[in-house]
């Protein structure tokens, strides 16, 4: 039977007496690259502006058509990346409300956060990580290309506090209680940017430098705990499994609501966001239940592995050397670098300009899954490797 917990009388009157709590982000100390435009009126406050760059990002609508977990399932009930986008949104605008928190920052953070993911997942970001860092040294994380495609692709002007809330939004490395860095300009946050590109591992010495950007981050978590689970039964997956959830609960909603009404009850009022132990020690065993019994599964690796990990490769390896060539009639001119060029940006140099192996990883993290095995079958249409979907009524 699901057990809900309740909000203490003490924090609900609290919660029901809140304003704006004297730890939320001001608009008024938004910072800019360029503080010549994108200037905030009475309707479009700093964030709001920044939601509505975000959401009309020409990469926006691809968030619809990308594995969040389970690749080639013909199942409108499995869940996508646009989905999980809309829930960590919720999640984090619900506990933002109560701790009475600038909703306009967390809505901006959580609609940007995956933006720059790639096509199947994690499985993908991995393989196009290794295809970089052969070609180049550098590394690709799905939240640094984020902060890429809203910053230098498409050069939006958005505001550094949302731009650090995506960058160190990266829900796999779970905490207990999280505390606001301060980030004092530009400069420094392109210093730890360029960082992670040369060293994967600094990734995990982001800190968001607002507490929004610590509600989006442990909302991320929240929103795929058991909403992973609830795919992987309906992908035939896992079936009645007997989890021990401890303290926040086994199914989606005890997970979420749980996990919430822990957070506001432990950082109402505080200069951080925490959970008490009993509540953390259960989502890090939740997630390391998810990983063992879903993420690590031979269902959801090893077809990626055998089919996508090859295409990939020969994808990126044909376009690489198309643009080298500057092979005009390639896809890569077509429909990447002339659809990027139409959106009319100011830029300090023209996109076609930057190193060939970044236009390339650019342009694959781009694609929605569909439009990968689509562009794979026109570059190779002889190829060996096929893709086998498992239908509706499989």
Do not use: W
Not at 11 to 24: H, L, W
Not at 136 to 164: M, W
């Amino acid at each position: 039977m699901p057990v809900y917990e309740k909000l203490s009388s003490e924090t609900s009157e609290k919660v029901k007496a809140q304003r704006t709590s004297d730890y939320a982000f001001r608009d008024e100390n938004a910072i800019r690259r360029d503080g010549s435009h994108d200037n905030p009126t009475t309707i479009r406050p700093p964030f709001i502006r920044d939601c509505d760059k975000i959401l009309n990002c020409p990469f926006y609508n691809r968030y619809a058509d990308k594995t969040q977990v389970f690749s080639f399932y013909k199942n409108d009930d499995i869940s996508r990346r646009g989905l999980h986008v809309q829930l960590v949104s919720r999640i984090a605008r619900t506990i933002g409300r109560a701790l009475g928190l600038n909703l306009d920052l967390i809505e901006a953070i959580a609609l940007g956060h995956d933006i720059g993911h790639t096509p199947f997942g994690h499985a993908g970001e991995g393989f196009l990580d290794d295809l970089l860092f052969r070609h180049t040294g550098r590394h690709f994380a799905h939240n640094i290309h984020s902060v890429r495609v809203l910053d230098k692709i498409f050069p939006y002007n958005i505001t550094l506090q949302t731009l650090n809330g995506i960058a160190a939004h990266d829900g796999e490395f779970e905490l207990s209680e999280y505390r606001p860095k301060p980030l004092v300009d530009f400069a420094e946050f392109q210093r730890q940017i360029d960082s992670c590109y040369i060293d994967i591992s600094n990734i995990k010495n982001l800190v968001p430098c607002t507490l929004e950007g610590c509600v989006v981050r442990i909302s991320d978590i929240i929103a795929y705990l058991g909403k992973d689970r609830q795919d992987a039964e309906r992908a035939g997956i896992l079936a009645d499994t007997d989890y021990d959830g401890g303290a926040i609960g086994v199914i989606n909603a005890e997970i979420i609501n749980n996990l919430m009404v822990n957070i506001i009850e432990n950082s109402y009022g505080k200069p951080y966001i925490k959970m008490d132990k009993s509540h953390f020690e259960a989502l890090k065993k939740a997630k390391s239940d998810n990983y063992n019994l879903i993420y690590k599964s031979k269902t959801v690796s090893e077809k990626l592995k055998t089919t996508v990990r090859p295409m990939m490769q020969a994808v990126y390896e044909k376009l690489l050397d198309d643009l080298k060539r500057n092979n005009l009639d390639s896809v890569i001119f077509r429909h990447h670098i002339d659809y990027v060029n139409k959106a009319h940006y100011n830029r300090t140099k023209p996109y076609e300009s930057e190193e060939p192996n970044l236009i390339v990883a650019d342009y694959i993290a781009s694609m929605t899954d569909d439009y990968f095995i689509e562009l794979f079958y026109h570059l190779f249409p002889d190829s060996e490797l096929k893709i086998e979907y498992k239908a509706y009524f499989d």
